[in-house]
């Protein structure tokens, strides 16, 4: 047992070759086990029968939003309403990491706000039958609208994409609008007109650009910043054909005239009007750059406002113009926009206490509760009609943006369902605005990434 | 007899309890990797299905592994030439470079040297980003803007990415090889140099005939420990890089690819194949460094 200096190193050098990270430290949790759902007693005032001793776990991703909402709005109201019952709130910044042992291991809470860079997959959890079918919820009886349902209070946008499998497991709860952000002061100040053709945008860019600052940015470190407006307007193009045929994994939907136009539009923007260094900056730093008066626009989505809500100066006026149309034979009008529910809350099907994870989302689901989080968050929400008296500019050039496009509101699912696809086309949407890639070759490697998924088994397919 | 067997039930004693830790935090999740590898679990569900070689058949058939494999290939190889070179090179400068010891404010160097490596590996990629920007605000680019030339695209040249991953690597872990080597340059006696010195040795023969001999157990294990940190990467590639192991997958490695099937596809089973992988790759690094490295060992 002579354990000598170097065998000592050398065996610590062995302990951490076997140290390298490997997925799947954590359990896989063995067949039964976990929670036992506790109910209550269903009675008008608790038609989805929460169980009033039972605290109702909930989890917040700290994003954008912050979690002050779910602490001074909706556990308030759920509170005041059951006497005796408490909710708990928890916080996280990563949702995936941290709840999905508790998945695995049968213990999850009563709500989810799933949302963030690291959100679980509804896909798979919806797949493998981890998420509560949330129809109960919406024939329930609306929680301060007397007469009407949860559900007929709902943009009809909160079902569809809340969807997985035929069954609605998510309540996609803020409704976020893309389009171009500018300040609506410096825009008054120069007497600069907001575009409304592509040709309109461009000379917008050169104007700018003569006056000594740059014209357009994005977040180059997470390009799919950029992919948003150029998708947007390859789709108002050639109509929502372009979009099902992309969702769908169509055979050539990535070759579609339209698409390869919108990238041609956007290269051009990209090798003249880019502002210097857009290729390695992230979200946070465009929008700053942008607070700072460095660069006159940005694509975004409408939780821009609330993100920057540090940094934005006195009377920057945030305002938002939808994409511009491209051709005068836009099969869309130019007032149309890309506009999805974000933010997905959900009740996990081993909830402990599942009727106070679904009487939780009802009160979410309420006018007083969506206006409130409205308010604080300068967001819109699912809930029609729910939108606070006094407006930010931002949320009320959002509002006005949304109202303007009423039925020309889509969105993708893609993204969503095709993580794989998605990353492909964020890449080469970087290649391409660096000019590094030429419209052409970007369909062509974004379509053999999609004709790659399509092929493959493991994938899980969706049709819309 | 009785004494060697009391000496070795005390050792046991103490090394149980970290034995034991060790064995369910750390080996029984590399057992569990090899059984999720034959599986197709998403992440969540509670049960998991058989799916054979599968995973390893759709792994060896994408273009994405194999990239990835060559970026930590390239890694591999520089990274522990680089580190280590330059590192024996700073240790015996800080050691033996100077007439009597190490030159000239080597306590300064010594410090100077080591402190990335108290930094978070999070930290040095965030402080990266500023330094390798590629406008007026980035520490090399901003002067060379200034001077009116192009900025330098160290994160969005797809040509250029991994080498500014390697730099950064090896700025972060240079300090570590250096101290290593320092206290090991310490333990070999100066008489020896003495009396290689009077036998008219100059300063480069001495290193090679001297040092470098006396330090091979060293220089093999840092070799394997630089392997390991080469392999790994993924704290410097997920952050410093941009669309996180691009421009265009020019960044990606294992370990993020790893992370992203499990963690962003839900493809656990997946992952956990690559993880596989991973292990074995590593293992039979492991295997050649010691291999190709063994020579007679000097006892002093």
Redesign the interface.
Known sequence: ?N?DR?TF??G???????????????????????NTAVTGKVTPDNPLGMAVDTPVKVYIFDGGYGSEYARSVHKPMLEGKHKGAKVDIQVTKEI??VL?PQ??G?TPPDVVDNDGD?K??E???S????LTDLTRLLDAPAWDVPGKKVGDLLDPSAKEFGTYNGKLVEVLYTLNSYGIWYSQKLFRERGWQVPKTWDEFVKLCQTIKGSGMAAYTYA????QYQMEPMLTMAIKTGGLEVMKNIDNLEDGAWKAEPIKQAAAAWQEIGAKYL???T???SHTESQTKQNNGQVAMLPCGSWIENEQKKSIPPGFDYGVLPVPSLTGSDKLPQTAIHSIPIGGFLVPAKAKNPGGGLEYLRAMLSKEGATRYSAMTASMTVVKDAIPEKQSPGLASTVQMHTAAGENAFSWRFEYWY??LF?AV???T??LM?G?MTPDAFCDQVQQKADQLKK?P?VKKYHR | MLATRRKFLFIVGFLALPALIYVVYVISPYVQAFQIAFTDWHGASQTQNFVGFANFEALFADSTFWHAIGHNAILLVLGPLIVLGLGMFFAFLLTSGGRKGGVGGSKVYRVIIFLPQVLSLVIVAVLFQSVLKTDTGGMINGPLIGLGAQPIGFLTSPDLALWSVLGVLVWQQVGFYVVLFSAAMGNVPLEIYESARLDGANRIQMFFRITLPLLWDTVQTAWVYMGIAAFDVFAIVWVLTVDQGGPDGSTQVLSTEIYRNAFVYSKFGYASAMGVVLFFVILIFAGVVFGLTRRERVEL
Not at chain 1, 12 to 34: D, K, Q
Not at chain 1, 220 to 223: D, I, L
């Open positions: 047992m354990l170097r190193i050398r610590s050098a062995l302990a951490g070759l076997l140290a390298v990270p490997v997925v799947g430290g954590c359990a896989t949790g063995g067949g039964g086990g976990g995936n990491k999905q998945f695995a049968g690291n679980m997959d896909g798979s959890l797949g493998d039958g981890q180059g470190k997470y390009p502002m210097e260094g290729a390695g900056i993580k794989q990353d964020k890449s080469a970087n290649e660096a590094r493959d493991s």
